[in-house]
């Protein structure tokens, strides 16, 4: 078992306290070749991001390990596997964010995945990041719910959003992940994140329909701790630039308060 090279909950935790802002990128290993992920790479050189998660709700390409061990050779940015199935698993990540269903009601993505990955997980040397997954209607039907089998929480209803990422911290889950899904027609509502953000003390992570600058600024002031973008960048990779200093601002806010 590889020892770990960094604390990445420890890390997550304290940018909270702090209330430092993060972002990740989120790579489609079936939307990526090894060409126009070193484009990626070059531009989150110039343009630094926090984390890297790659997966998706497909995955049907057999080169995720070999695009990950691309991104360790050329980044020191930490990698988290985003995997919506048991056999997602693979390639040299630092962690992986272990993903429970709870807005869901399909034991499958519940738990079931969850018992047959957990021999691998423990071998994996991985660090796992238990994390309640809540997806939310984005106005149009999207992979992650097809697949899942399961219903969005509703837009317009985030005391039921609350609720649920309140019991999934009950539940001892460590991070909570609010996503409105790839190509998200429109992201979760800052009020939505707001009454999330106000009940639970978890680092929040927000994902889905993050295309404009305004969108993730939105999502940050209501209580954002992680912004993921993924489509928009891979169709305007000049939106990574963008994304970069809106969470760059954020940060420097937080340290003149602390100065």
């Not at 869901?104 to 040397?125: C, M, T």
């Not at 992650?144 to 309140?166: E, F, N, R, W």
Request: aromatic letters at 4%; one cysteine or more; charged letters at 15%.
């Amino acid at each position: 078992m590889r020892p770990p090279t960094l604390l990445l909950y420890d890390t997550l935790r304290a940018r909270q306290q702090q209330g430092r802002k993060a972002l990740a990128v989120l790579l489609d290993p079936d939307n990526l070749n090894e060409t126009s992920l070193l484009t990626l790479l070059r531009l989150a050189q110039a343009h630094p991001v926090d984390y890297f998660f790659v997966g998706g709700s497909l995955v049907l390409s057999s080169h995720q390990a070999a695009l990950i061990a691309l991104i360790k050779v050329h980044s020191t940015v930490p990698v988290l596997l985003f995997p919506s199935h048991s056999l997602h698993l693979d390639g040299p990540a630092d962690g992986v964010l272990l993903l429970s269903l709870i807005s869901g009601r399909n034991p499958d993505f519940l738990i079931g995945q969850h018992v047959v990955a957990a021999p691998r997980l423990r071998a994996s040397g991985l660090q796992l990041l238990s994390t309640g997954y809540m997806l939310v209607d984005s106005g149009r039907a999207t992979t992650a719910s097809y697949m899942s089998g399961t219903v969005p929480l509703p837009h317009d209803k985030p005391g039921i959003a609350a609720c649920t990422a309140l019991a999934g911290e009950q539940l001892g889950l460590q991070l909570m992940y609010l996503d409105g899904g790839s190509g998200a027609q429109n992201p979760v509502s800052a009020a939505m994140i707001a009454a999330v953000r106000e009940t639970v003390s978890t680092p929040l992570i927000v994902g889905g329909g993050l295309n404009t600058q305004a969108k993730v600024r939105a999502a940050l002031a209501a209580g954002a701790d992680v912004v993921v973008v993924g489509n928009h960048i891979e169709a305007e990779p000049e939106f990574l630039a963008e994304a970069v200093g809106v969470v760059a601002s954020f940060n420097a806010v937080a340290a003149a308060a602390e100065a």
